[in-house]
């Protein structure tokens, strides 16, 4: 069957509910990032705020390199008196941000090179207060964690996964009362800085944003590469209850290993596992009022081997949280401890919707903005899905980058002009835009 093909010189554009993203992000977001960083320019430039909005309307478009802001860059500014800056500008915002590397030098004589950008981590932080993020005198659940980036840029070191890039250590707070994780703390690293190296100094200084915007930290969960007296001590001055994985040494499997204990048998997961308490007697007693919960697993019941075990001649999977929380039972224990590996999807939401695959810089210290400024944008973006009026699009609190754009962006628009005012006209059939639109300028 024929079929006719006509061609209009008219301006639609495929992404009309980006509007609603921006009018939010105009309201919430940007007197706070230009209060924070002062005017980049006080001429016609573009200001820091209106960077950061370029980059969330790329990704919120489907975009997932810095370059892709090409694509949207013409459609987006059809409304009228709305700019949207170019990649170009985008990448030298991050340079005039970029901050000098920190090094560190380590016993043997090699030095790490780490960068703080305590400006944007302060940023981050003073974000998530003024737009409602995170409420000062509240409780949160802290979690701390490294990620390590693949990168091809020409200062990236090979990590022990065996690929050249970064190794950031990220940290997370989680509201008790509300589905709703902050990420409040980034500062990036060579890749081949192991975890523990100067970690009291990255948490002094997360810890120390949090803290002067008046949050407060309930429960502090971290893994093994936080296992050590200082940062133990650290999160023990600054949260209620600590929760780390604990090094299973040869000297605490030779406790364990003692037919004397008492072991209790539980159900964890559809999986038989045997779980014990005693009290923790490491780091030469300097730790005092902590307790060691101890799970143990038959190596042939299906149970994962530790990467950080030592030794692997028992017949038994050990593994070990060290807590100064006595009222839990060691169940209790074990799956609070687990539940941190939730926070690996605040990783997966980085990489894969905010462009953490794709780094767009060369230096260390350029790409940490990158970092930081994306960090911000998806914790927007989070605040956003808790809006109402998206639920009528099937759009939720844990809704992914793809869902949203493909649900709530994706719809044909064009904007006119009449009754002295602009209008942007939405042409679909689906009712849950005028909610959403209700009271747009």
Known sequence: MAAKVQIKNEKYMPYGGIYFVIGEFLRLMSPVIDGYLGLRSTLTGYQYSEISLAMLCNFCCGGDRTEDIYRVHDMIEQKPGLRICSPDTVLR??????????????????????????????????????????????????????EFLASETWDALPTYKGHDGYSPACAVLTSLSENLDVI??????????????????????????????????????????????????????????????????????EKLQDPRRQWRKVEMNNQSIEVLS??????????????LVVQRQHKGAGAQLDLF????????????????????????????????????KVFDQMDNDFGWHYLPKGLLRENTVFLLLTAMLRN????????????????????????????????VARWTRGGRRDILTLYTDNKAFEALYAGYT
Not at 278 to 291: A, H, S
């Open 93 to 146: 915002a991050m340079t005039e941000l970029s901050v000098e590397d920190t090094v560190y030098t380590a016993q043997s004589g090699k030095e790490y090179r780490f960068n703080t950008a305590e400006r944007l981590n302060g940023l981050l932080v003073y974000a998530a207060v003024k737009s409602g993020m995170l409420t000062p005198g509240e409780q949160y659940d802290f979690d701390f964690d490294h």
């Open 184 to 253: 409040v703390g980034i500062e990036n690293r060579d890749g081949n800085a192991t975890v523990k190296f100067h970690q009291e100094d990255t948490l002094v200084r997360i810890l120390l944003n949090i803290i002067e915007q008046g949050i407060r930290i309930r429960y502090a969960r971290v893994d093994c590469g936080s296992y050590s007296k200082e940062v133990v001590r650290l999160l023990l001055q600054h949260s209620q209850r600590i929760f780390v994985r604990a090094e299973m040494t040869r000297t605490l499997r």
């Open 278 to 291: 005693l009290p923790f007697d490491g780091f030469g007693g300097e730790i005092e009022g902590c307790r």
């Open 309 to 344: 075990e030592e030794g692997g001649d028992d017949v038994y999977v050990y593994r070990a949280i060290l807590t100064n929380e006595w009222d839990m039972t060691e169940e209790e224990v074990v799956h609070f401890y687990n539940q941190r590996g939730a926070k690996e």
């Open 380 to 411: 927007f973006f989070r605040l956003l899905l808790r809006n109402d009026a998206l639920r009528a699009f099937g759009i939720w609190c844990t809704t992914r980058m793809k869902a949203f754009t493909a649900k709530v962006v994706t719809v």
